[in-house]
Structures are given as C-alpha cells and as structure tokens.
C-alpha cells in the first residue's frame, strides 16, 4: 500500500491584522519626504528676490 502524502495548501497571500495596504503606502511615502533632504532653491529666483529685497520701490 502507498504511503500518503500530505497534501499541501496553495499559498495564499496574508494580510496583518490592522494594517491596510493604503497605510502602509502612506507611511512609505511619509518616511521618504521625511529623509529626503530639501531641494536647493533656484539660483535665478535666489538672484531675484535679493534685487527685490536690496532695492525696495520708492513710495
């Protein structure tokens, strides 16, 4: 007589208790622009804003 294998389950995909994948995105998204440096500004506004500042208009 053949020996019987137990028959395996198909996988199936396990979700945590209490974690959406929706939060789990946000918090990816809120851990990248937390660790992602600021950009530098434009050099052409920076040159800008300075003329802006250094020369105010007459009243």
Known sequence: ???TEPQSQ???????AGLS???LLASCA???AVST???LP???LVNERAERVDHP???
Request: hydrophobic content about 35%; cysteine-free.
């Open 1 to 3: 007589m053949p020996a």
């Open 21 to 23: 994948m929706r939060d």
């Open 30 to 32: 809120a851990a990248e």
């Open 37 to 39: 440096p600021p950009r």
């Open 57 to 59: 208009r007459a009243a």
């Open 42 to 44: 434009d050099p052409g």
């Open 10 to 16: 198909p996988s199936r995909p396990f979700t945590l």
